[in-house]
């Protein structure tokens, strides 16, 4: 346990907060549609321009080549800077590219590390179907060898910007005879091939983000397939190594600073009785300081989280702890804003859309892995918890 | 004092009656089209709902009501929150009691005269909830009171949590009203709402548990899932046994005050509680626009609101707040 | 739902009342061991002659033979007054006699009845067995027939007062190659007999209340059998619908006055800081007042399932959602205390020994189910939720 | 800034040995024996303790430590609270960095002279813990002070809930002491051994589950169990990553008492959680005193007591008091 520190890391730290202060775009970003990938896609590639692209991504494919630390500097100075969320940019830079990065080709990456890093194409995912949303190795999306592709015919949901992005990663049963998690393959698909039909569904925020995806005969070149046929499990297994647990610094210091605004606002508001302000209620200060705790918690976990990622390779089960906490505690800092602010604190819009944040928030605690599936890994995978007879 | 909590038959057959024209009429699934939002189903209903009697329920026949009790009102109330009936319809209810002459009140449970229901924010006006075609508002301030909706100022629409109801600001100052027998009434039938809603939301995750699998079996197999449904399950019982022993006890001798705010801080705690652990049952599902499930927690957030939130149930509880 | 009321109820209330006021023991009960058994004897006696022992009871066997409406009044002006728990009567009032009378043979009753509504014996409960806790159908204590007598070895835990009790309502496998269900059945065992071992269990509170009995060839005669041999499940379970819901008054109306406690302390108490007192914090009475709501829902949570118990003859699952409730809120109401009340709280002895009271407020929660047990209980008795694949 | 939280190979070390060293000597069943309770076994101990290097560990070499700094303190405090040492050894470890002269210091660093805790309990005296064999106390009281154990008055033993130490009631008065940077290390160091007794318990109640069979099987398999489990780990883990992150950034520009405030704010609650979740999974055996659980529970209530309690950390974190 220490403090890391260098002259060349200080000096590193200057240079991302000089140039985020000068760049980070002012206009507001669309909160929806093709508008909004518009604006990640320009984002990103005034980043890459100003060669802050893939900070620790190989350099033989546009990336900086530096280590975790920077990175992690990167992340920590971009969202204090207030940067933009990466959006609908996020898939392709803290998972298919890593994916790639790890187990592609050199084709594979050389056609398409490059074009995530200048924001020219971005990604959308392909993992959950509509019977395998926890249980993902149920997935049934058939893919059949015909000739030098692959034929696709099934169904993915919950696939985050799937009609706004270029290309997929998708999982897809290639052996229906092998054993649930063998059989399936990883593979690049190409969002603007004939048979694809793309659904949006409407969140209950209001904003469509996710898609259904329907393949009908789609057909996907062999060469798309990353690492082995029937070896797409360990692919994405091994994907998220990568990031090395800052993927979630963004996330986390956005909450601190609604937490921070929270309060903020609860040392402005007039109390509902009009004596005082709404803080001089002790019950409101014991809310307060506790989910301030809590994300000091979250901030402390995380870096317990990168301290372990730049040790391993394969990341442990102990990232689950980090995406339960963030989850259940984000939905109750959302939750506690609705109630300290009152009727007005239910309207839409304004300069903070509560609301929309707080029925946004719900999706942490179901999106990639329900709570009750990240309890059943830290009890399994950390603790060696015997597995129930029924999770086979 | 022994309360029987068991529906007499006359109770049952009211309740019965009205979940049926609303099972019928107005189903949850109504609510999907904006052009049944904001009360509009009802307006089409409302000859119905006037002739099912639910706008004199508990007046004194003398003042032309059936001459019911709180008990039966609750029951209406709890169904009204089963299928996210406009508040309005509650406002319906209880403006018949606040009405100061017999010629409004006469109109008001005839159904030609309209209520709906405004809240004080504070010192800085309110809001209206589906004030389309109401003269009056019944206003939630602390206590509550019968005013005329010019009373208001001009209203203007804002989009808010629920757009399921329309709402609009009103910039009016209004004096907070003192709590009374009639508040508490009033109290205890937006707390039998929301208990009503706690119910709905336990049902439909329940039935979603049943039939949903994954892992090769239904999802309520598991632990985690049944465990989640049973603390539903106890959260709603808490509420409907708070809400029906303080309808039922309502002016004999307890502190109906402390009884109500107990109904309707359970009540509130019930609603969003299970909406939201419903959402969570199903999953991403529940996460989107086309599954019901988030009407639910939207109009418990509503509701609450309008009840007053917590905190000021809980002063009363302890008698720290009028 | 109305209010029951008639002047022959009022008056009865009335006549409880005073006999009440003029005969609850005025001294304090002692804690534990002998003495405290004598004192629930004497108590128990004491009632007897006053002629309130057995409310509803049948006269035939020393009750008073009255409806349960009367036996509701009764149970509420007793904890109204203030009366004594049963303590070490309270499985011969509560739980014994009840089956007795249901199941038992008119010989068991005459024995048995009336020596209990005397206060001449008491009893002891012989169900949970260290492998057969939450699963009681695992119980494994063998009973063998030998000629008119049964043969029982094995031996049974949290056997409350066992060390201070006549009597025993004991469980035993009767039959081991029938389904776990069948083959057991219920008998009345002397805790006198030879072979019987009783060592009594410390519990953290430093009470000593519980025991574990061990039998080694204990001969109890077949004619203790009560229903028939093998059909002890059905008689355990039928016992139930004798209470009607009422059981839980006392604790319930004892919980309230906690509660009342409580605040009255928070009110009276100086705050921590020295500024005003406890209650001036708004966190303290959000607590406070949460609980007070908590029990006024448990008064009318165990009124509905009185309403339910006149009606119907064997008790639903809905009770487990009373006792959910009670269990949960019961060791919430003593953590508040413990919290609110500061360093000093944490004293022992004093006028209200509220770390007493803490620690033995954990056996709700535990004892007779566990909070566990009772929300698989609702989940799937009351909700028709699927039995998981491991609750055979 | 950039925070390593993976210990270092002499962090380890140090932790290893002090942790090697109570698991011989201080395992936690010595506290079923009265003669080993209120600190007996520790005194018993106390040279090795001592050469351990536990109390001069975080005091500069200068001033006669061992010069390393409040992380390493942090991982000592943490394992003497998985093994429930007496809190007079945390006492031990505090008294150096508030001892005013060098003589004292140096008596102090080498346990020639023992210090206890004890705390104020508003204008009403206060407890002292475990303080046989001490001539000094390390006075909680808002702030940290250490004062001479005469000036406490004759102190006059009194039951309390952790009866495995001793606790006796003082009828002095005294002043509240200033929050400042000892404060928050002696915060940090409690909120460190409340930490022990979370990591303690869910280990505790993980090993049982993996044994316990009910149903036919672990009842570690069950989800009810296994959720409760992750849950202890979580509520530990960050408890954790919050002590060990404010205890290496102390003094680096951070503020110290909010970070400190949320470490003792999270280990409370997840020690006190914890243990009582300990309890649960034990069922029947963990309501008994044959089982050690209640040795945590207890010794957490205790704990979270001398540290302040949740109320004070809340108004701390929001710069609501002193």
Partial sequence: MKIIESPELDAFRDECRAWLADNVPREKRPPEGPAMRDFDLAWQKRQYEGGWAGVSWPKDYGGRGLSVLEQLVWHEEYARAGAPPSGSMFVALSHAGPTLIVSGSKAQKARHLPTILRGEENWCQGFSEPGAGSDLAALKTRAVIDGDHLVVNGTKIWTSYGHLATWQELLVRTDPDLPRHKGISWVICDMRTPGIDIRPIKAMSGLTHFCQVFYDDVRIPLANVVGEVNGGWRVAMTTLGFERGTGTIAHQIELSNTVDRLIAAARDLPAADGRGRVIDDGAVVADLATLRAEVLALRSLTAASVSRGMREEVPGAEGNIVALWFGELSRRVHAAALDLLGPRGLERGGDHDWPLHYLEAYKWAIGGGTSEIRRNAIGERVLGLPKGPSAR | ?322
């Fill in chain 2, 1 to 322: 004092m022994i309360v029987d909590l068991h529906p007499t038959e006359d109770q049952r057959m009211i309740e019965e009656s009205v979940r049926a024209f609303l099972a019928d009429r107005l189903p949850v699934e109504r609510l999907r089209e904006p052009a049944h939002q904001g009360g509009a189903a009802e307006a089409a209903a409302w000859a119905e709902l006037t002739a099912l009697g639910l706008f004199g329920l508990g007046l004194d026949e003398a003042r032309g009501g059936l001459g019911l009790g709180l008990a039966e009102e609750a029951l209406v109330a709890r169904a009204l929150g089963l299928h996210l009936v406009s508040p309005s319809v509650v406002a319906q209810m209880i403006a018949p009691h606040l009405a100061p002459d017999d010629a409004l009140r006469a109109a008001l449970v005839a159904g030609e005269t309209r209520a709906a229901f405004a809240n004080r924010i504070g010192e800085a006006g309110g809001h209206l909830i589906d004030g389309a075609g109401a003269s009056h508002a019944v206003l939630l301030a602390g206590g509550v009171a019968l005013i005329g909706i010019d009373a208001l100022g001009s209203p203007e629409p804002v989009d808010a949590i629920d757009e399921t109801v329309r709402i609009a600001r009103m910039l009016a100052a209004f004096p907070a009203a003192p709590r009374d027998a009639a508040s508490d009434r009033a109290l205890l039938l937006l707390a039998a709402y929301l208990t009503g809603i706690a119910q709905a939301t336990r049902d439909m995750a329940v039935a979603y548990a049943i039939t949903r699998e994954q892992f090769g079996q239904p999802i309520g197999a598991f632990q985690a899932i049944k465990h989640m449904a049973a603390d539903m399950a106890t959260r709603a019982a808490a509420a409907e046994a708070q809400c029906f022993h303080a309808a039922v006890t309502f002016g004999r001798g307890l502190d109906d005050g402390i009884e109500a705010a107990a109904a309707a801080l359970l009540a509130e705690t019930a609603a969003l509680a299970n909406a939201g652990a419903n959402i969570q049952i199903h999953g991403g599902m529940g996460f989107t626009a086309e599954c019901d499930a988030h009407l639910y927690l939207k109009r418990a957030h509503l509701l609450a609101s309008l009840a007053g939130g917590r905190r000021l149930h809980q002063r009363r509880l302890l008698g720290t707040a009028s």
